[in-house]
């Protein structure tokens, strides 16, 4: 797939005319990156955007390995890094090659030059951030992150449902109305005169030692199922830390690439109403 093919397919240019694309595309640096190396870090200077002609790349907040917040995957004919051609800011993020990778760049005064002359094209650009901005507000009101109990579940053994069994039993009328029912029965049955002979007669030793073995297995099963509990109430939190973070990121960056690219088209308008007004007023004269 050529370089204006790849274009062609990205959103941010959907719209413009082949020759724009096949111009634009001529000004693109094609770069090589190893599995493994880093494309830019987070805060550094930002002047380019880069465009997937092969590979992958793993946007994210950086960390040790095993604490990077993943923003995104970057696969083949998408891009990244577009908010480095409007503001030119340190980068929001870091971008790190997870295979071997080709990237098209795209460099900020590239942009500028090809916009200078071509309002329209920017205004097309224009909306389809403004479209991309409405779909990420309508996937942000969906929840994102995945669900801590059903990942808990799957690791479960049979000893630990077992414990979360006995403290939801335990925690319930079922439990209550039961081990009455029993209390009750027994010791009807174990008064003077309703058998041959009691089973257990009075004082129902038999049945308190039974209560006692009870409560002594209930209490370590109820302990366990309450700290498996706190710690999936822990990574509950976490995860939510993580999307929220994410979300504020994406937000962000999303809201600078709109107001950076609106004041950008603005200007862009009025040097070309000013030029019009320019070859007007020699014509006239």
């Known amino acids: 797939m050529s370089s204006t093919d790849l274009l062609r397919i990205i959103p941010m240019f959907t719209g413009l005319s082949d020759a724009d694309l096949s111009a634009l595309s001529d000004a693109l640096i094609r770069r090589t990156y190893k599995a493994g190396s880093m494309i830019f870090n987070l805060g550094d200077a930002g002047d380019a955007m880069y465009i997937v002609e092969s590979g992958d790349v793993n946007i994210h907040l950086p960390g040790k390995q095993s604490q990077r917040i993943s923003l995104k995957d970057i696969a083949r004919g998408e891009y990244f890094g577009e908010l480095a051609l409007f503001d030119q800011k340190p980068r929001s993020a870091s971008a790190l090659a997870t295979t071997e990778t080709v990237l098209l760049e795209l460099k900020h005064n590239t942009l500028a030059n090809y916009l200078q002359n071509r309002p329209l094209a920017a205004m097309g650009i224009l909306r389809t951030m403004s479209e991309r901005l409405r779909e990420t507000n309508e996937m942000l009101s969906a929840r994102a992150a995945k ?35 029993i209390a009750v029965t027994w010791c009807a049955i174990n008064v003077p005169g309703v058998l041959p002979k009691p089973l257990d007669p009075y004082p129902f030793q038999f049945f308190n030692l039974a209560l006692a073995i009870l409560v002594g297995l209930q209490g370590p099963l109820i302990v366990m199922s309450q700290n498996r509990q706190s710690l999936k109430d822990r990574a509950r939190a976490e995860t939510d830390y993580k999307v929220n973070l994410k979300n504020e990121v994406n937000i962000e960056t999303l809201m ?18 000013d030029r019009r007004g320019t070859t007007a007023d020699a014509t006239e004269g």
Do not use: C, P, Q
Request: aromatic content about 10%; glycine content about 4%.
């Open 147 to 181: 669900n801590v109990d059903e990942e808990f579940d799957k690791h479960l053994s049979w000893s630990e449902r077992l414990a979360d069994k006995v403290a939801e039993l335990n925690g319930s009328w079922t439990f209550i109305v039961l081990l009455l029912t």
């Open 256 to 273: 600078r690439e709109f107001a950076e690219l609106r004041a950008e088209v603005r200007g862009e308008t009025m040097v070309h109403d």
